[in-house]
C-alpha cells in the first residue's frame, strides 16, 4: 500500500507538468492558434526558472521568471503569426529548435548547480490519513493550483461571456470580426496567457520534479501536451485527466524497474509516448466526433478585411 500511495503522489506530480502545458496550448488553439513552439518555450522557462532559483533561493521569483519567460517568446511568436501572417506551424516548429539551442547554451554553467534546501509541503491533519494522504495530500501547493485552473478554464470557456467570445474568434474570426471584436488583439493575449503557462510549466519541471537543470530536459512533454489537447478534444478536464494518464504511465516505468521486472528499460521509457500514440490513433478514428469538437478556424490565419 505505501508503494502505490508513492506511485499515485509521484502520477500528480508528472502530471502537473503535462497539464499547466496542455491548458495553455487549449487556450491558444481555442483562439485559432497551434503553437508548436511548446517544446522550446518549456526549456528556456526551464533554465530561466532554475537560474533565478539559484541566484535569489525564492521559488516564488524563480517561477515568476519562467512564466514571464514563457509569455515573452509566445508574445514573440503571437505577433509574427497574427500580424505578420507567417505560417504557424513553420514558426512555431523555428521556437521549438531555437528553446532548444538557446536554452542549452545558457545552462552550460548551471549543470552542477544546485538549488538551496526544498521545502516539504503536507496539509495538516489531512497528510496523517493512512494511505490517502502520501498519495494526495502531501503535494506541492502547485499541484492542486493545476486542478483548480483546470476548474476555473472550464468556467471561463463555457460560463463566462469573455469564454464565449474566445470561442468565437476561434470558430469563425470573421463573425466575431463584423460583430466588433478585436480578433488579433484577442488571439494575442490567449497565445501570451498560453504561453505564461507553458513557462510555468517548464518552470515547475527544473524547480520541483527534478529539480536540477540538465540539457534537453523537456524530453518530449512539450509535443506530449500538443498531443494532449486533440486527445481531450479541447476540454480541460479531459486535459488534466490525460495529463495524469500520461504522468501515470510515466511513473510505472519506473515502479516495474524497481520491482526487478525483466523488460528492457528502452521499452518502459518508450511507453508513455506508446500509451499517448495508442489514445490518439483510438480517438481520430471517430473523425466526426473530432471535427464537432476542433475550433473551425483552428490554424487558419486572419486577415482584417479580407
Same mark, same amino acid.
Given at each position: 500500500?505505501?508503494?502505490?500511495?508513492?506511485?499515485?503522489?509521484?502520477?500528480?506530480?508528472?502530471?502537473?507538468?503535462? /497539464?499547466?502545458?496542455?491548458?495553455?496550448?487549449?487556450?491558444?488553439?481555442?483562439?485559432?492558434?497551434?503553437?508548436?513552439?511548446?517544446?522550446?518555450?518549456?526549456?528556456?522557462?526551464?533554465?530561466?526558472?532554475? !537560474?533565478?532559483?539559484? +541566484?535569489?533561493?525564492?521559488?516564488?521569483?524563480?517561477?515568476?521568471?519562467?512564466?514571464? !519567460?514563457?509569455?515573452?517568446?509566445?508574445?514573440?511568436?503571437?505577433?509574427?503569426?497574427?500580424?505578420?501572417?507567417?505560417?504557424?506551424?513553420?514558426?512555431?516548429?523555428?521556437?521549438?529548435?531555437?528553446?532548444?539551442?538557446?536554452?542549452?547554451?545558457?545552462?552550460?554553467?548551471?549543470?552542477?548547480?544546485?538549488?538551496?534546501?526544498?521545502? +516539504?509541503?503536507?496539509?495538516?491533519?489531512?497528510?496523517?490519513?493512512?494511505?490517502?494522504?502520501?498519495?494526495?495530500?502531501?503535494? +506541492?501547493?502547485?499541484?492542486? @493550483?493545476?486542478?483548480?485552473?483546470?476548474? !476555473?478554464?472550464?468556467?471561463?470557456?463555457?460560463?463566462?461571456?469573455?469564454?464565449?467570445?474566445?470561442? /468565437?474568434?476561434?470558430?469563425?474570426?470573421?463573425?466575431? +470580426?463584423?460583430? $466588433?471584436?478585436?480578433?488579433?488583439?484577442?488571439?494575442?493575449?490567449?497565445?501570451?496567457?498560453?504561453?505564461?503557462?507553458?513557462?510555468?510549466?517548464? !518552470?515547475?519541471?527544473?524547480?520541483?520534479?527534478?529539480?536540477?537543470?540538465?540539457?534537453?530536459?523537456?524530453?518530449?512533454?512539450?509535443?506530449?501536451?500538443?498531443?494532449?489537447?486533440?486527445?481531450?478534444?479541447?476540454?480541460?478536464?479531459?486535459?488534466?485527466?490525460?495529463?495524469?494518464?500520461? @504522468?501515470?504511465?510515466?511513473?510505472?516505468?519506473?515502479?516495474?524497474? $524497481?520491482?526487478?521486472?525483466?523488460?528492457?528499460?528502452?521499452?518502459?521509457?518508450?511507453?508513455?509516448?506508446?500509451?499517448?500514440?495508442?489514445?490518439?490513433?483510438?480517438?481520430?478514428?471517430?473523425?466526426?466526433?473530432?471535427?464537432?469538437?476542433?475550433?473551425?478556424?483552428?490554424?487558419?490565419?486572419?486577415?482584417?478585411?479580407?
Amino acid at each position: 500500500m505505501d508503494q502505490l500511495a508513492l506511485l499515485l503522489a509521484a502520477t500528480l506530480n508528472a502530471g502537473t507538468v503535462v /497539464a499547466f502545458a496542455s491548458l495553455g496550448l487549449l487556450i491558444n488553439e481555442r483562439s485559432g492558434i497551434v503553437n508548436l513552439g511548446a517544446e522550446g518555450i518549456m526549456l528556456i522557462a526551464a533554465i530561466a526558472g532554475f !537560474a533565478v532559483g539559484v +541566484h535569489s533561493g525564492s521559488d516564488t521569483l524563480a517561477f515568476l521568471a519562467g512564466m514571464g !519567460a514563457g509569455a515573452l517568446l509566445a508574445a514573440m511568436f503571437g505577433v509574427l503569426v497574427i500580424w505578420l501572417n507567417t505560417n504557424q506551424y513553420a514558426t512555431g516548429l523555428a521556437l521549438s529548435l531555437f528553446g532548444a539551442g538557446f536554452s542549452a547554451f545558457i545552462g552550460i554553467s548551471y549543470t552542477q548547480q544546485k538549488l538551496p534546501e526544498r521545502p +516539504h509541503f503536507a496539509i495538516p491533519v489531512l497528510s496523517d490519513i493512512p494511505f490517502i494522504g502520501p498519495a494526495l495530500f502531501r503535494q +506541492h501547493p502547485l499541484v492542486y @493550483g493545476a486542478i483548480l485552473l483546470t476548474i !476555473a478554464l472550464a468556467w471561463f470557456l463555457y460560463r463566462s461571456r469573455a469564454g464565449l467570445v474566445l470561442r /468565437a474568434v476561434g470558430e469563425s474570426p470573421e463573425s466575431a +470580426h463584423a460583430l $466588433g471584436y478585436p480578433v488579433r488583439r484577442i488571439r494575442l493575449y490567449a497565445v501570451i496567457v498560453g504561453g505564461a503557462l507553458c513557462g510555468l510549466s517548464g !518552470a515547475y519541471l527544473s524547480l520541483v520534479y527534478t529539480p536540477l537543470w540538465v540539457e534537453g530536459m523537456v524530453a518530449g512533454k512539450g509535443w506530449i501536451a500538443l498531443a494532449l489537447t486533440t486527445f481531450a478534444t479541447w476540454r480541460p478536464a479531459r486535459v488534466l485527466l490525460g495529463a495524469y494518464l500520461f @504522468g501515470g504511465v510515466t511513473m510505472l516505468q519506473f515502479y516495474l524497474q $524497481g520491482e526487478g521486472v525483466q523488460v528492457p528499460s528502452q521499452f518502459l521509457s518508450m511507453l508513455p509516448y506508446l500509451a499517448t500514440i495508442v489514445v490518439l490513433v483510438l480517438i481520430s478514428r471517430n473523425k466526426a466526433f473530432i471535427r464537432i469538437n476542433m475550433p473551425a478556424s483552428i490554424g487558419k490565419p486572419f486577415f482584417p478585411g479580407s
